[in-house]
């Protein structure tokens, strides 16, 4: 393994460990928020309990989310210095932007709300919550502004002298189409990946017959912002795809297994073996015309013409040993994953919510153990859709500008990076495992959990309810 590799497996191994907790904190103060507003317009105490409940995820989610977000920031100036310096004044007004307004906005809010239950009236501490959430998301806007430029680089101009890009117009940063294709994709997300934490969480709960009225709301709310959000993310994906077919074709080909440009109309291939070694596919089950009533083009590119027509483009400036296939296999199958657990978890809440309904889910013990087990699938989904859009985006880190081998920095070693990597790797295996048993023991406690010890010493019930 070279310098290059493992200055990417640093960058893929920070940036999806710390991508399980983006979606995470943006969907749970989303959902928390829904919550609190339950509690003041219905005034029911029990969504009061389900605020301060539900809180402690998301405040161990986003505690974890900062330190991981460090940690990413860290190696962007360690292992991939001449990226930053070409992408620096691009680069740098978002995130600056992000910081000084968002995760301020975020960070403020969030400690005036966790302190002000007795402070505030409900509606000032109501509309605390709601502003964290809405700067959660202002600061995964700002992020993805960086990263659609890097998918579709506009508003700028090249400083000859320096090699640099150099940003012509903010505004212009802003209206990349990039940006608000998957702006909505990463937030619809994040809204699935709140509800179903809340919903699996609720429906383990349910197995152990544990404050059953409590979370059967839980569960309930979640399945309802669960389905809301995969319908609302299948919606921005496809709009999102017929995007990446126009702007990346060869990503679009790689993630439909296409060597050879398509029939007209074109087929949607459900499985294929591929062999990325002779550049076929091998075989294929196929729906006709299916491809073409997604894309709206009657035929595609394959990724051999496609190949042909960027060295083309590139050879007189990059030269012609470029490399332009991506990762097929791992596109391929990562669309597969991350669409047909996005369905699959749209189907669930539909069938939870029914059964639901009919007093029927909390009596089939292994129908909530499914519930309990697709706490996972969001962040299977969400982890195969970024490796593809990252991935898709080979051999550059931005697209037709600068390649993933000029971005590495010239001073950083293999011992280095081996060094980190053990690091890191160390770190996040630490904080996910606490990230999980912290979590995991908080919502097995349940909402109504006063220490026994300290209730035997006070003389109350146990199991009486917990004051927040």
């Not at 993630?255 to 949607?268: H, K, N, Q, R, V």
Request: net charge neutral.
């Amino acid at each position: 393994m070279d310098i290059l590799s493992l200055a990417r497996f640093q960058f893929g191994m920070t940036t999806v460990f710390h991508f399980f907790f983006v979606p995470l904190s943006i969907g749970l103060a989303f959902a928390i928020a829904i919550m609190e507003t339950l509690y003041v317009v219905k005034k029911d105490e029990i969504y009061k309990d389900m605020t301060k409940f539900w809180s402690k995820i998301f405040l161990l989610s986003f505690a974890v989310g900062v330190v991981t977000g460090i940690i990413q920031e860290f190696q962007f100036g360690m292992n991939w210095s001449e990226y930053s310096r070409f992408m620096g004044d691009i680069f740098g007004a978002p995130l600056a932007v992000e910081a000084l307004l968002a995760f301020f906005l975020e960070s403020t809010f969030i400690g005036l709300w966790m302190f002000g239950w007795d402070k505030f009236s409900k509606k000032l501490h109501l509309l605390c919550i709601w502003l964290v959430a809405i700067g959660s998301s202002i600061s995964a806007l700002w992020i993805l502004a960086a990263n659609a430029f890097m998918q579709n680089p506009v508003a700028f101009e090249i400083d000859t002298e320096a090699n640099r890009a150099v940003l012509t117009s903010f505004s212009g940063l802003l209206k990349n189409h990039q940006l608000w294709a998957q702006f909505p994709h990463v937030i619809f997300g994040a809204v699935v990946t709140g509800g179903f934490v809340i919903a699996g969480s609720s429906a383990w709960m349910m197995r152990k017959k544990k404050d059953l009225p409590f979370f059967r709301k839980s569960i309930k709310l979640g399945l309802i912002l669960g389905l809301i959000g995969a319908v609302l993310t299948i919606g921005a994906g496809h709009r999102q795809m017929v995007i990446v077919a126009d702007d990346h074709p060869m990503k679009f080909a790689a993630m439909e297994g296409i060597y050879e440009d398509t029939d007209s109309p074109a087929p949607w291939t459900i499985v294929a073996g591929i062999d990325t070694k002779d550049k076929k596919t091998d075989w294929a089950i196929e729906v006709p015309y299916m491809l073409t009533m997604l894309g709206g083009k009657q035929s595609y590119q394959g990724m051999d013409n496609v190949n042909k027509e960027l060295h083309q483009k590139y050879d007189e400036q990059f030269g012609d040993k470029m490399n332009y296939y991506v990762p097929v296999k791992t596109l391929f199958w990562g669309f597969r994953f991350m669409a047909g657990f996005g369905t699959l978890m749209a189907l669930m809440a539909m069938v939870g919510l029914f059964l639901l309904k009919n007093n029927r889910l909390e009596k089939m013990d292994w129908l909530l153990f499914i519930f309990s087990a697709s706490i996972f699938f969001p962040f299977i989904s969400n982890t195969f859709g970024w490796l593809i859009t990252e991935l898709g985006r080979a051999p550059w880190t931005v697209y037709g500008l600068f390649t993933i081998a000029d971005s590495v920095s010239p001073s950083v070693t293999f011992g280095n990076l081996l060094f980190s990597n053990i690091i890191y790797f160390s770190l996040f295996a630490i904080l996910g495992t606490v990230m999980f048993f912290k979590s995991k023991h908080a919502v097995a406690k349940g909402p109504y959990y006063v220490d026994p010890s300290e209730a035997k010493k006070d003389g109350i019930d146990p199991f009486a309810k917990e004051v927040f």
